[in-house]
T-cell receptor, first 113, second 113 residues
Framework: DTEVTQTPKHLVMGMTNKKSLKCEQH?????MYWYKQKAKKPPELMFV???????INESVPSRFSPECPNSSLLNLHLHALQPEDSALYLC????????????FGPGTRLTVL | LAKTTQPISMDSYEGQEVNITCSHN???????ITWYQQFPSQGPRFIIQ???TKVTNEVASLFIPADRKSSTLSLPRVSLSDTAVYYC??????????????FGKGTKLSVKP
């Protein structure tokens, strides 16, 4: 299994809602990532998990809260988002953080109203 | 940080060979050059990676001259399905054991019939 899966595919939420994005991989990868991608822009790194521990937070606002329950799962909890947070949220994994080959999921298209 | 520069867009026709050049003037001696492909509404996909000279796989070839200040991704006989954004990546953002990807602006390749 060489896939990274993400749910849901689409999410619409209000600014007062709490929602979560989920990501799963079964490749035995020990590094997992969250990226944010706005329309016609490149992906921007948000968080890096290495061996289930948060190793990098790219100064992301606290309304985004990552969680890594186990080596196969990565969540992104969302609370009190702003309309400008609307974007494609991509999850990726790699064997380790030094690896340049990352496997990306299809993303969750988030719209904040 | 090593910055990469590549054309914003390119047009081609089916069956042609496409060469996309990326400039990375201040790449470090231990950095690899990596290319990703992204289709609309999908996550990026690793294509190829190299350090110097030429690397070829089933998808593309990568040419890196001796000074390593640039690299060229070559796609042989493109088809409509090769229409995508192609990203050239140089240095990992943090290097060492906490490396991760910095996506440049990418080249939007449009293949026409």
């Amino acid at each position: 299994d060489t896939e990274v899966t993400q749910t849901p595919k689409h999410l619409v939420m209000g600014m007062t809602n709490k929602k979560s994005l989920k990501c799963e991989q079964h490749m035995g990868h020990r590094a997992m990532y969250w990226y944010k991608q706005k329309a016609k822009k490149p992906p921007e790194l948000m968080f890096v998990y290495s061996y289930e521990k948060l190793s990098i937070n790219e100064s992301v606002p606290s309304r985004f809260s990552p969680e890594c329950p186990n080596s196969s799962l990565l969540n992104l909890h969302l609370h009190a988002l702003q309309p400008e947070d609307s974007a494609l949220y991509l999850c990726a994994s790699s064997q380790e953080t030094r690896a340049r080959e990352q496997f990306f999921g299809p993303g969750t298209r988030l719209t904040v109203l | 940080l090593a910055k990469t520069t590549q054309p914003i867009s390119m047009d081609s026709y089916e069956g042609q060979e496409v060469n996309i050049t990326c400039s990375h003037n201040n790449i470090a001696t231990n950095d690899y050059i990596t290319w990703y492909q992204q289709f609309p509404s999908q996550g990026p996909r690793f294509i190829i990676q190299g350090y110097k000279t030429k690397v070829t796989n089933e998808v593309a070839s990568l040419f890196i001259p001796a000074d390593r200040k640039s690299s060229t991704l070559s796609l042989p006989r493109v088809s409509l399905s090769d229409t995508a954004v192609y990203y050239c990546l140089g240095r990992l953002k943090y290097g060492g054991s906490q490396g991760n990807l910095i996506f440049g602006k990418g080249t939007k390749l449009s293949v026409k019939p």
